[in-house]
């Protein structure tokens, strides 16, 4: 897992703004004629010199989609290079060629290739989908047989326990599916089928369980 590529590309497409303001002179004591303001008196025709250095921005929309990749990004275990297709060398601008007839920025690729144009785009479950990282915690599905009575009493009991983080009621040989998460602990196989016995199977409604626990989990879902 630790050899995989955690490096994401976020090209973004800033303004360039050119600043007009007054420039005090460069001698003491003299003054330029083009170091005054346009339309001073005095100034000449040419106001090319007091044209400021060019300033380069991001729109607000723009600025909060690198903010967003970059916390997420941060969380799950990438880091994301930004790249200003507007600022850009030489180089860069012959590797951006693939992004050819993108129509709005930012546009972010993943590692594998996959890509996130234009700003609404920009969600914590579009960023988690293309980042898919590592869970933490431990992660168990058991599946339940229930025998008939009162399902919403069923149902109550496990959503009150703070491990049961989904349910899914299915046809067939078993009745529901429980997503449980341990989320300070450990894959410890123990401490799980512990929990499903004690807590689960001691409500009286269920009949049988049988239980998975991974030994590797990967996730594409907001953590």
Same mark, same amino acid.
């Given at each position: 897992m630790a050899d995989e590529p955690r490096e994401?590309?976020?090209?973004?497409q800033s303004k360039?703004?050119?600043?007009?303001?007054?420039?005090?002179?460069?001698?003491?004591?003299?003054?330029?004629?083009?170091?005054?303001?346009p339309g001073a008196p005095g100034a000449g025709s040419d106001t090319s010199t007091a044209l400021g250095d060019p300033v380069y921005f991001l729109s607000d929309e723009q600025a909060r989609c690198v903010a967003l990749a970059e916390d997420l990004a941060e969380k799950?275990?990438?880091?994301v290079h930004v790249v200003d297709v507007e600022k850009a060398g030489m180089i860069e601008r012959i590797i951006t060629e693939h992004l050819r007839g993108v129509q709005t920025f930012p546009v972010l690729i993943s590692p594998l290739g996959q890509r996130l144009e234009g700003s609404a785009k920009f969600t914590e479950e579009e960023l988690s989908a293309i980042m898919p990282t590592e869970l933490k915690g431990a992660r168990a599905f058991s599946y339940l047989k229930v025998r008939g009575g009162d399902l919403d009493r069923i149902r109550r009991l496990l959503e009150s326990l703070p491990e049961v983080k989904e349910l899914h009621f299915l046809t067939g040989d078993w009745d529901i599916l429980v997503v449980l998460d341990f989320e300070n602990g450990t894959s410890n196989k123990r401490r799980v089928l512990d929990f499903?016995? &004690?807590?689960?199977?001691?409500? =009286? $409604?269920?009949? &049988?369980?049988?239980?998975?626990? =991974? $030994?590797?989990?990967?996730?594409?879902?907001?953590?």
């Open positions: 994401l590309t976020l090209y973004v360039k703004a050119v600043t007009t303001f007054y420039r005090t002179p460069t001698t003491q004591g003299t003054t330029s004629m083009s170091a005054l303001p799950r275990g990438y880091k499903v016995t &004690d807590r689960i199977r001691g409500i =009286p $409604e269920i009949l &049988d369980t049988s239980t998975v626990v =991974p $030994e590797y989990s990967l996730t594409k879902f907001p953590l």
